[in-house]
């Protein structure tokens, strides 16, 4: 059982996390036509295309901070749309958080959640219950960081936290749309899930996935 990761392992798990997306981007853009512009599926699988590029190019040595940072700039220059800020902001803010670890175990792996969870919420301006992507990530980075301080290790904490992300993802379902597009839907947004609420929990599920897959 893997008890922490090294950038190598990272890069492996930034891998499978565009694959991932672009499985998955039928079903996001489909999830998006119900309350938005119907894109959500296609803006993920362009951005995370570019970080999938971009990844070729990048040398394990860099550490952390630095991989995130390149990706970081691989997606939003590639995306445009209020994803593409808030997922660079993500990046950028979990790769400071860990950039003096050469590894991260499940304390480690809260430190980047936290942070880039936290990011996302300064950027996007969002609060819990506005029907976004927040409602995922802050539960999700809020269960790894109370795993992590039960002295869990890497992947039972993980587990927890991709298990957290899904219910929480489900969650949106029940929310009034208060932010973008969707909010202009009024009462009408409510009985749908979230498509930015869903790509998170793909994303944290295909970490948890990864990781519980390597040697």
Not at 11 to 20: A, K, S
Not at 22 to 50: F, N, P, Q
Not at 195 to 204: E, L, M, N, R, Y
Request: negative net charge; glycine residues 8%; aromatic residues 6%.
């Amino acid at each position: 059982m893997k008890e922490s990761i090294d950038t190598k392992n990272f890069i492996t798990i930034l891998n499978n996390i565009c694959e991932t997306i672009e499985k998955e981007k039928d079903y996001l853009s489909e999830l998006d036509r119900a309350i938005g512009d119907g894109d959500h599926g296609v803006t993920m699988s362009i951005g995370w295309t570019a970080v999938k590029e971009k990844l070729n190019d990048i040398n394990p040595e860099d550490g952390f901070q630095k991989i995130c940072t390149q990706i970081a700039s691989s997606f939003l220059s590639a995306v445009g749309a209020s994803a593409g800020p808030l997922y660079a902001t993500a990046l950028m803010r979990g790769g400071m958080a860990v950039k003096d670890l050469d590894i991260l175990d499940a304390e480690g792996f809260a430190k980047f959640l936290d942070a880039a969870a936290k990011g996302i919420k300064e950027r996007g301006k969002a609060e819990i219950g506005d029907k976004t992507m927040l409602d995922v990530w802050i539960p999700a980075s809020e269960e790894m960081n109370q795993k992590a301080n039960e002295g869990k290790n890497l992947i039972s904490s993980l587990q927890s936290t991709a298990e957290k992300a899904e219910n929480a993802m489900n969650e949106t379902k029940n929310l009034l749309s208060k932010k973008g597009r969707s909010s202009k839907l009024g009462e009408r947004s409510i009985g749908h899930i979230d498509p930015g609420a869903a790509s998170s929990f793909i994303i944290i599920k295909s970490i948890y996935e990864s990781i519980k897959n390597m040697n």
